[in-house]
């Protein structure tokens, strides 16, 4: 239907129109301010959550390989049976974080309700363990312990700068397999050269390098049945929760 008197029309409306369009702009305008803030809850949200049996406990941050969390459930679900609470993360969308954001997601995940420990522990596999040396062992105010399976180092040209700033200030156990040439990402070499620039008077990181010599890259993934290696796996496994548990707070 046409109104009679388009001009009349547009007059007596003109003024709802235009203030619904603000009204529309205004709203376009506060989502896509509050767009970075979703994303940086997204990423700082876990996507799977393994409870213990008692169904509280010490806290375990987990942050999966590239490859997502779904390929790290069963290490998640092993952590679990050990006691803890474990929130699996998806390390692509965290690799390149600013260290706030790092800090804002161990802040989150010790505020949960089940979480039993005023500290985090911290397991990373590849891209998850460039995120525990890079980052996570930075911080022991949050983080009590910290174990990085395979991680990526290809990132590392100078281990002792890397090392000093920030320093490292968390017990670390790395554990890699000397067979890993997986896109040259995890080498056992660059591994060799982080622990020994840990080991210098003048550095004196806390990192402590365990090799697996017939072992290849995610060895301890079942998903990955050409390189699972189970005897290996349990032993990392032994390791991983010794280590974690002797730094453990709470």
């Given at each position: ?6 001009l009349l029309f547009r007059q007596r409306f003109a003024p ?62 092993a952590f679990g049976r050990e006691g803890w609470v474990v ?140 390189v699972y290696r189970p005897d290996d796996d349990a032993d ?15």
């Open positions: 239907m046409r109104p009679s008197n388009p709802f129109v235009s203030g619904a369009r603000q009204r529309a702009s205004a709203l376009l305008m506060a989502a896509a301010c509050l767009l970075p803030a979703l994303a940086v809850a997204q990423a700082t949200d876990p996507a799977h959550v393994e409870l213990p049996p008692s169904g509280s406990g010490p806290l375990l941050v987990l942050f999966a390989g590239a490859d997502g969390p779904l390929t790290h459930l069963e290490q998640a679900k929130l699996v993360f998806d390390s692509n969308s965290l690799h390149s974080a600013p260290p706030a954001r790092i800090r804002e997601l161990l802040q989150r995940s010790i505020a949960r309700p089940e979480v039993r420990s005023p500290k985090a522990s911290l397991v990373g596999y590849s891209l998850g363990g460039w995120i525990v040396l890079a980052a996570g062992n930075r911080v022991p105010d949050l983080v009590s312990g910290a174990v990085a399976y395979y991680p990526s180092t290809s990132l590392i040209d100078d281990p002792k700068a890397f090392l000093a700033h920030p320093f490292v200030g968390v017990p670390t156990l790395v554990l890699a397999g000397v067979l890993d040439t997986y896109m040259n990402c995890c080498t056992i070499e660059r591994a060799r050269a982080l622990a020994a620039a840990a080991a210098l008077p003048d550095v004196r990181a806390p990192i402590r390098l365990v090799e697996y010599p017939q072992a290849d890259h995610g060895f301890v993934l079942p998903a990955y049945r050409q990392a496994m032994r390791r991983a929760n010794e280590h974690l548990r002797k730094f453990a707070s709470g």
